[in-house]
């Protein structure tokens, strides 16, 4: 008899998971056997005793994300094997064993079989960041598996996963396995960002030979967006005397490359004070501020509208316009009133490099969008490449809704 709890599908709900599809929706189950709670280990059965997975119990639309489907005997084991193998697919990609990239991500949740588990490489320290209770729980043997596997090239693990866990309630569901009565509590546990090995030594990475300070205590995400390396690097081959604007900038990624890539002119805006502060200190870091870069801390929409600069080349990296479904529609409105505002300042003949990291937009959708934007413009535009994230960021054949970043470089006319 197995140590877990069963979730027991639907004859003709059985597809999915046979098909290794990592989730397992709350309408597929027919019934539980055990009482989970959410993160718990559970194990899914057809309704004929077909055992099909094992994955976390969760208590939202999704009932359990797959991490295994074949039968775990050795559950430490079997993160073991996952993060070396996780290793082996960035040593294979030349990131690894890179002389002049030290930064990528080792877990891309789904992407490595591991749903709800981010872990990125920052030259010697890993940030480990869980989307689920359960992975969270796996923790002290996540860093045991990065041990094993990085030896003494691991400086320290931190745990940044308070603001991805408890960012909202949850609701607690258990059955009564006597009267069948389902009870819901509401629970916000609180929890603490820390080192859970070692002390932060250094925080500057190198990527593709150029220096980043990166703050994984207060950045967004882990600390710095991995996933643009490749469009960075695709970003210097257009840059090169010309006047580039760097919206959305965060910590100035794009303004660092167009900057060593000979740009005469670059331009960083964001909303947030604090990001334009990390982006003058990578651009000093690279460049010493030799005078062709200017940083402004304003509205993206202000920006266009009260900027009298003419520019070649703009880069549209926003922030996610829609965290659900339910904001779908308007993320559509907001993509297609950025881009248009982009196509209005280019200046004829510019570049144009826009992206979507909204993972409820797809590809079709966002093309959509930023067609509407052309139209709109009046401009002939047309698609020089289509872009997406890179290799240590690997989408599950299975599972193709881990293809989350979206992008276009664009010729306008």
Same mark, same amino acid.
């Given at each position: ?117 981010? *872990?990125?490489?920052? +030259?010697?320290? $890993? /940030?480990?960041?869980?989307? #689920?209770?359960?992975? =969270?729980?796996?923790? %002290? ?7 094993? *596997?990085?030896?003494? +090239?691991?400086? $320290? /693990?931190?745990?940044?996963? #308070?603001?991805?866990? =408890?960012?909202?309630? %949850? ?14 509590? $509401? /629970? ?226």
């Amino acid at each position: 008899m197995s140590k877990y709890p069963a979730l027991i599908l639907h004859n003709n709900k059985t597809h999915a998971a046979k098909r290794f599809h990592p989730w397992i929706f709350s309408g597929a189950v027919k019934n539980r056997e055990g009482n989970p709670y959410q993160g718990d280990i559970v194990e899914v059965y057809s309704d004929g005793g077909e055992y099909l997975g094992t994955g976390h119990f969760g208590t939202g639309s999704v009932s359990a994300r797959i991490f295994s489907f074949e039968k775990v005997t050795d559950l430490n084991a079997l993160w073991t094997k996952k993060i070396k193998s996780a290793y082996a697919l960035r040593l294979a990609a030349g990131l690894a064993d890179s002389q002049n990239t030290n930064a990528y991500r080792l877990v891309n949740a789904e992407g490595d079989g591991m749903p709800g588990l981010i *872990v990125d490489w920052y +030259n010697g320290t $890993a /940030v480990l960041q869980a989307h #689920s209770k359960g992975m =969270h729980r796996e923790k %002290e043997n996540f860093v045991a598996a990065l041990k094993e *596997v990085y030896g003494k +090239n691991l400086l $320290a /693990v931190y745990d940044k996963s #308070s603001t991805t866990l =408890h960012h909202k309630p %949850e609701s607690l569901e258990t059955i009564d396995e006597e009267t069948g009565k389902t009870t819901k509590q $509401a /629970v916000n546990p609180k929890g603490n960002d820390g080192y859970l090995f070692g002390t932060a030594s250094q925080n500057t990475i190198l990527e593709n030979d150029h220096k980043f300070a990166v703050d994984f205590e207060q950045g967004q995400k882990t600390g710095f967006f991995i996933d643009q390396r490749d469009n960075r690097l695709l970003l210097s081959r257009y840059a090169a005397n010309k006047k580039v604007l760097n919206t959305f900038c965060y910590s100035g990624g794009f303004s660092v490359y167009a900057l060593a890539a000979g740009a005469s002119l670059v331009h960083s805006v964001d909303s947030s004070a604090k990001a334009v502060e990390w982006t003058d200190e990578n651009v000093k870091l690279n460049t010493g501020n030799k005078g062709q870069h200017q940083s402004f801390v304003s509205d993206v929409f202000d920006f266009f509208k009260t900027s009298e600069e003419g520019y070649d080349v703009i880069v549209l990296d926003p922030p996610a316009f829609a965290k659900g479904q339910s904001a779908r529609h308007a993320a559509i409105k907001a993509y297609t009133r950025l881009n248009h505002a982009a196509f209005k300042k280019i200046k004829k003949g510019g570049i144009v490099f826009t992206f979507s990291c909204s993972q409820v937009v797809d590809q079709e959708m966002f093309l959509g969008a930023v067609t509407a934007a052309a139209i709109e413009s009046g401009r002939n535009i047309k698609v020089l490449h289509h872009l997406t994230q890179p290799a240590d960021h690997p989408v599950s054949i299975y599972n193709p809704e881990g293809l989350y970043l979206k992008g276009l470089v664009l010729f306008v006319e």
